[in-house]
């Protein structure tokens, strides 16, 4: 009988233990900061360099205002947007950039980028989302 005990004691400190264990919260905070300050837009992966003018296409612009992309993008859930890859690093530019703060050239319109060639289209998070072609 004592081994019996022994069994039920163990048994009833271990649902015991279970019962007053504290519960890890699985909550992570990220804190980005704010949006890098681009006159064309930043590119959708760390370190969010500044885009060149025509690596986005019109639509990724709202009065002038770039609408963002990953963590700042202010756009609908089903947005699309062209973009010109050969102006991502990614695919090998190389090419000059502006630099955070820089304010947009008067000649260099984003509601109608001139000779604009998007070749891929994607989703504000910066997924491509199919649709490949010129816009």
């Known amino acids: 009988m004592t081994g019996f005990k022994l069994v039920v004691l163990a048994a009833a400190a271990g649902c015991f233990m279970m019962v007053t264990a504290p519960k890890a919260a699985a909550q992570v905070a990220v804190e980005i900061g704010v949006a890098p300050d681009c006159p064309y837009g930043y590119y959708d992966v760390a370190p969010y360099d500044c885009a060149p003018y025509g690596y ?24 699309r947007g062209h973009v010109n890859n050969r102006f991502h690093p990614d695919h090998g530019y190389a090419g ?13 319109r984003v509601d109608k980028v001139s000779h604009f060639k ?4 994607r989703n504000g998070h910066g997924q491509v989302a199919g649709g490949k072609g010129k816009h």
Do not use: L
């Open 56 to 79: 986005y296409g019109s639509e990724w612009f709202s009065g002038g205002i770039f609408i963002g992309t990953g963590p700042w993008f202010h756009g609908s859930e089903n947005f």
């Open 118 to 121: 998007g070749n891929e289209v």
């Open 96 to 108: 000059p950039k502006p630099q955070r703060g820089e304010k947009p050239a008067p000649a260099n």
